[in-house]
């Protein structure tokens, strides 16, 4: 499974570079995760049923964490 969502990355990066028509990206880090940020949160929250304990443990971070990053989201 975490191989299909590696490919599905790698298929989107190509796709991006190429996109960018010999532009140079900057700060491609932080905008990849702050980009799949909202959805992961959006689709784990889904899966959780709106329990923030069981979300936070399936995405191996604190409640608080979790809560803080709702919270940054307007998910709260």
């Known amino acids: 499974m975490s191989s299909e ?18 532009q140079t990206p900057h700060a491609l880090y932080d905008m990849l995760l702050k980009t ?7 689709v784990v929250m889904e899966q959780a049923e709106g329990k923030q304990t069981v979300a936070a443990e399936i995405l191996g971070i604190s409640r608080g964490t979790l809560r803080r990053m709702l919270q940054d989201h307007h998910l709260l």
Request: net charge neutral; hydrophobic share 40%; aromatic share 8%.
């Open 5 to 22: 969502i590696a490919d599905c990355v790698r298929r989107n990066l190509r796709r991006y570079f190429r996109d960018l028509d010999g």
């Open 36 to 42: 799949m940020e909202l959805p992961l949160l959006e």
